[in-house]
């Protein structure tokens, strides 16, 4: 059997902040705060390797039913992440694209994940996709608006073309840290024929070696697409 390329479109959900967290005695935004240093590693890394796609579960349309002060944190670290890693962007030839329900987030956020976007848009190497306030069954609702609104015929070229990935290949590798076995209303579309990877390993404990591990079974498996 052929070894297989390395995937094109990695997508990972980035689960065990809080319990980080919690096993070390500190509070949850401490989590929070090293599992924002991991997405640079693993950026980065993936960036290297020749990825084109890494789209990063950030934030959820339910993670808003968490603590009033842990999502008004979570805002605050998203704003400051994005403005500090602009020159990483930029350096590694990495542009930046945000899918989702933007429309909740304060206007100073959503001018920031607009302008990261523009000023990365002429960068060609790997695209980091961050799903903030994001959630698969609303995006879906929202792809069959513009359907019915755009008149258009139903078919899969263009549902696709509607939803929030519209231009992104579809997932190869999904990656889910922490031990959880579920997908939780992440790209359930996209993910139609993910190889599925899940790691006992917490988000901020997770790092570029076993990530390469990850990669490295993933190329040993034989995809077949529902055919023999």
Known sequence: MLEQQNPQHIAIIMDGNGRWANERGLKRTA?????????????????????????????????????????????????KYLKNELEVFLENNIRFKAIGDLS??????????????????????????????YGSKDEILRAIKKLNEQNLEINEQNFESCLDTAGFSSVDLLIRTSGELRLSNYLLWQNAYAELFFTSTLWPDFNSCE???????????QRRFGAL
């Not at 994940?113 to 799903?131: D, P, R, V």
């Open 211 to 221: 990530l390469e591990d990850i990669i490295e079974d993933f190329k040993k498996r």
């Open 104 to 133: 909740k987030f304060s206007n100073s956020l959503q001018n920031t994940i607009k302008t990261i976007e523009e000023k990365t848009s002429i960068c060609s190497g790997l695209t980091q996709i961050l799903a903030l306030n």
């Open 31 to 79: 989590g929070h705060e090293e599992g924002a240093k991991v997405v640079r590693e693993i950026t980065t890394y993936c960036a290297k390797i020749g990825i084109k796609y890494l789209t990063l579960y950030a934030f959820s349309t339910e993670n808003w039913k968490r603590p009033k002060l842990e999502v008004e944190y979570l805002m605050k670290l998203l704003e």
